[in-house]
């Protein structure tokens, strides 16, 4: 894991910085004004004889795109030189990430972009993603002390989670996952079936919150089905292939935190700075063979076992608990508004063992692009893009966000303690969907020191791919697997792996 330092101090710029500030002091009207001016007064960094155009890539919806399009608005009023063109991709991340790479043969590829860790892996391959370490340090126009103590640590070093030093990445949208279900869950009381489940007491949110995956699949769901079956009026519809007590919906998000929850190796960067795949080993297959064992007995499923989101299963009642992104939490409340879902934690490995309690982090961050000037990079483009994103996650903006782009996390403290944000937060006198947005941001505030990503490098996307491989095949089989079965789909999965690594 590379780290660069997060505690600001003093700073020694980069070549390139120190050639824009030689820039800068050789054009008055492109550097900052230098007769005093007030603290808290910002003074631009680019004049009028220095105009610089940026553009923005994103794949957000109609929402996202009117909020950034007033960010530029209000970012000109303080960088008035600086024109941001902000565009949104069709398709989906991976579409984004196509045509940013298709576009570095060209030169048509944005300066700031959406993206995920494995997309900046491969535009370091090119030599295209910018290391944004010094112009976050810089004492004028980084981040501050307080910034750097306000940001969610989480979402700074998932940045930094690449195959060479530096910070190539930065928060911008982040989400997890949780586990929805519905409240009517809350007070049954299986102590007949099993007396151990809660200690004998009726189910409580507090118990959905603290699962494990050992006392979900050997206790609750056998105990949920035995109950089940006693009732006119089923809270469970077995009915259809797909029905199953729990459903995630994503089956390589899946692997990945089990890995991390238990300990077991998944990938990693070697010492030369190339990505080692590691997940064919005892461990995991034992996880699998968990999930196998769960699946046949129809208490689990996944997206790829499904064919489809679990959530659309959860609304007709045929899955009980619906694992999935809290960024789009609006697609948990069913249709018809039949119940509002309580939001827990996902649930984890037991206590022990070197186990330990792990959420995927996930949602866009972003990542800045360089471009060339006359066969030099064309630093103010990056500059630019720098103080644009920045001003985007100040304080008051990244509020604005988390509360208007449907279930995205703050990446701030402040935010989450301004009184927009509490007000959100509240519960009472809400239902439906404003309810269930309610009862995530209530959900974010417990699990923030909780989250990891995995490192990025040239193939992570296709371990990726195979880790979800996986865990479809083990869910998807309708026998129990062997030995010998698991540990084919674990070598081609690997071997598969293997090949992308460059």
């Known amino acids: 894991m590379n780290k660069s330092r997060l505690a600001k101090g003093i700073t020694v710029l980069s070549a390139a910085l120190l050639l824009v500030a030689c820039n800068r002091a050789g054009n008055s009207s ?11 007064e910002y003074v631009p960094y680019f004049g009028e004889d220095n105009p610089v155009t940026i553009t923005l890539w994103t794949t957000a919806g109609e929402t996202g795109q009117a909020i950034l399009n007033n960010y530029v608005t209000a970012f000109n009023k303080k960088e008035p030189f600086i024109t941001v063109k902000n565009e949104q991709v069709s398709g989906n991340y991976d ?13 048509t590829y944005p300066d700031l972009a959406y993206c995920y860790p494995d997309h900046v892996a491969e535009y370091i391959y090119y030599g295209n993603a910018v290391d944004l370490t010094d112009y976050i340090e810089d004492p004028e126009y980084g981040w501050t002390d307080e910034d750097m103590a306000d940001l969610i640590p989480a979402f700074v070093e998932e940045g930094q989670e690449y195959n060479i030093e530096g910070t190539y990445s930065v928060p911008f949208s982040k989400s ?47 105990a949920l089905v035995t109950y089940n079956n006693g009732l006119t009026d089923k809270i469970w519809v077995d009915s259809g292939a797909h029905s199953a007590i729990v459903g995630y919906d ?40 968990m999930l196998n064992n769960a699946a046949t007995k129809k208490y689990l499923t996944t ?9 659309t299963l959860s609304a007709e009642r045929k899955v009980l608990f619906s694992i999935g992104s809290t960024g789009g939490i609006t697609y948990q409340q ?27 982090s996930q949602g866009p961050s972003m990542t800045v692009l360089r471009h060339m000037n006359n066969g030099v990079i064309d630093t103010d483009r990056i500059m630019a893009s720098w103080l ?29 303690e301004s009184q927009a944000y ?5 519960t009472t006198g809400k239902e439906n969907v404003e309810l269930l947005t309610a009862r995530g941001m209530q959900y974010y505030s417990n699990i923030t020191n909780y989250m990891f990503t995995s490192e990025a490098f040239v193939g992570s996307s296709e371990c990726r791919n195979q880790a979800g491989s996986i865990v479809q095949q083990a869910v998807s089989s309708d026998h129990v697997l062997t030995d010998a079965e698991l540990d084919t789909i674990f070598a081609t999965a690997y071997n598969n792996a293997l090949a992308a690594i460059k």
């Open 95 to 107: 579409t984004l990430k196509e045509n940013i790479i298709t576009g570095f043969s060209t030169g």
């Open 176 to 222: 997890t996952e949780a586990m929805f279900y519905n409240p009517a869950l809350v007070g049954i009381n299986l102590k007949s079936i099993d007396p151990t489940i809660n200690n004998g007491n009726p189910l409580t949110e507090e118990y959905f919150n603290t699962l494990t995956w050992d006392e979900l699949f050997n206790k609750l769901c056998p």
């Open 422 to 426: 509490q007000d959100a937060y509240a």
């Open 250 to 289: 994503s089956d390589d998000n899946f692997f990945i935190t089990l890995a991390e929850q238990y300990g077991y190796a998944y990938t990693s960067i070697d010492a030369s700075g190339r990505g080692s795949v590691n997940f064919n080993n005892d461990g995991m297959k034992e996880l699998m063979k």
């Open 303 to 311: 997206q790829g076992a499904a064919g489809g989101y679990v959530n």
């Open 388 to 416: 644009f994103y920045k001003f985007m996650t100040e304080t008051d903006n990244a509020t604005n966000w988390a509360l208007n782009s449907t279930g995205y996390m703050p990446i701030r403290t402040s935010s989450m």
């Open 334 to 360: 069913p249709s018809n508004d039949a119940w509002t879902p309580n939001v827990a934690r996902v649930p984890q490995a037991p206590a022990g063992n070197g186990h330990k309690v792990a959420l995927m």
């Open 30 to 40: 492109s550097s900052p004004n230098s007769s005093k001016t007030p603290a808290d």
